[in-house]
């Protein structure tokens, strides 16, 4: 699998970014301070610095592992106790890095810590030849050695050219083969640990959205949403950067038609708590390059 230089260039600048704005963002998260305030900054930081938000800015509290965000007019404020993922995505000319990580505003530390030693340990067993479910099987020891659940239903995903979720799937419990590597692939690596079941669930709420379809629309809330979701290229986007009134009659009317595809927050059982660590990779002759640290 072949990288031409421009490529590899592209996902560097957009990991280097990603790691900058991430810090910059987890710095922001103090008790008191607004969630709304702080993903429409951190998303503004992006755009400013020329790129584009591979997805809009997650953050996820406690129990919710992922894919929430800021709601329209969001009044939630971070609390004492609180456990904050924090999830970044930047592309450059169409190139991605993902990457995540926790802030503890509570007595979690040894939580965050699982999720980190399983990603350094999945990160150190990436090498051409070895098997995504080798790097599964090094998130998962490390996180139950801790004392803690890996979350099985939630994976790494390959990145490619405006695709946030291609192949291969890195798994974040052991399993039985899986995607061989190979020198060039490109992908986010991200365990989660959980002080809960293990799995996730979908909420019953959805702020975040992407176009599967190219298909007309004829309600004018419905053509608002495609107004946003076409540039995307098939990235997802924030029911909350739709403008006008209306926004919910055209976005059902568009997942309904099968033009549009929800990704519910999701969570494990209510009273747990999940952290989570993310980097993306790209495998090398004899090993990775992190393109996010």
């Known amino acids: 699998m072949s990288m031409d230089d421009e490529v590899y260039d592209a996902y560097h600048e957009a990991g280097a970014l990603a790691n900058k704005l991430l810090n910059r963002a987890a710095s922001m998260v103090k008790e008191g301070a607004s ?9 503004a930081m992006v755009v400013e610095e020329g ?9 996820s509290f406690n129990e919710a592992a992922a894919h929430d965000t800021a709601m329209p007019g969001d009044e939630r404020v971070f609390s004492r106790g609180d456990l904050v993922k924090v ?9 991605i890095a993902d990457t995540a990580m926790t802030v503890d505003l509570g007595d979690h530390g040894a939580l965050v810590e699982a999720s980190r030693a399983a990603l350094e340990a999945a990160i150190a067993a990436v090498r051409p030849g070895v098997a995504t479910g080798e790097l599964g099987a ?10 803690y659940q890996s979350v099985a239903n939630l994976t ?5 050219h405006y695709n946030l979720h291609g192949s291969p799937m890195i798994p974040n419990v052991a399993i039985s083969g899986g995607v061989v590597l190979e020198e060039g692939m490109v992908f986010a690596i991200e365990p989660f640990a959980t002080t809960g079941s293990g799995r996730v669930r979908e909420a019953p709420r959805v702020e975040i959205y992407r176009q599967i379809a190219a298909r007309p629309a004829r309600l004018p809330s419905a053509r608002r949403v495609l107004e946003v979701a076409r ?5 997802p986007f924030s029911r909350r950067w ?11 009317t568009l997942v309904r038609n099968g033009i549009l595809h929800p990704f519910p927050v999701l969570h494990d059982e209510p009273g747990s708590f ?14 990775c390059e992190v393109t996010t640290r």
């Open 51 to 59: 790129a584009i938000l591979a997805f809009p800015l997650n953050v």
């Open 274 to 287: 999940v952290s989570q660590a993310e980097h993306t990779v790209i495998v090398t002759e004899d090993g």
């Open 242 to 252: 739709i403008p006008g009134d209306k926004v919910e009659i055209g976005l059902a």
């Open 35 to 43: 969630l709304l305030e702080m993903v429409e900054a951190v998303e």
């Open 231 to 235: 540039p995307r290229r098939g990235l």
């Open 156 to 160: 790494g995903h390959g990145l490619d």
């Open 87 to 95: 999830d970044l995505g930047v592309a450059i000319d169409g190139y």
């Open 138 to 147: 090094a998130i998962q020891a490390a996180i139950e050695e801790r004392g």
